[in-house]
């Protein structure tokens, strides 16, 4: 396999990471008390963006990079690569946001409301540019200079 096949595969565990995290916040905060008896409240901001940081944004970066070194000659490993990762993100999003209603105001914040239909229009793109790669084209013939 070529370095863009397993940039691509890092790109779709990435975006299944992320969508397994946040699946996991959301439903943690559909079961979890407002107060914790220790004394700690639980705030979902800080979390969010942590694994925007560690989950999407690096997979979005990874996809984009696979497209570019494979996007002159297409292949249709990295496309369906591309598009399974876009479509897991699309699904957890779309998840995540039809909990969103039932989660108490207490952590209803700024982040819990945008991240995930902002997400799901991130996963349109990646889709959109992995069915881009499904188009396989002939590779050019080195010249020899010498």
């Not at 975006?15 to 979902?44: K, N, R």
């Amino acid at each position: 396999m070529g370095m863009e096949q397993w940039i691509a595969a890092a790109s779709m565990g990435l975006f299944v990471l992320f969508v397994g995290e946040m699946a996991s916040i959301y439903h943690y905060m559909l079961q979890a008390p407002e107060h914790i008896e220790a004394g700690i409240i639980f705030e979902p901001d800080p979390k969010i963006l942590q694994f925007i940081s560690i989950g999407a944004a690096p997979g979005a970066i990874m996809a984009a990079v696979s497209f570019i070194l494979s996007r002159r000659y297409g292949s249709r490993r990295v496309g369906l690569m591309i598009v399974v990762g876009g479509a897991a993100l699309l699904v957890g999003m779309s998840y995540c946001y039809s909990i969103t209603d039932s989660i108490h105001e207490v952590y209803g914040t700024t982040a819990t409301g945008l991240a995930p239909p902002l997400f799901m229009l991130v996963s349109v793109p990646v889709m959109i540019f992995g069915v881009l790669l499904f188009r396989i084209r002939d590779r050019r013939p080195r010249k020899d200079y010498l």
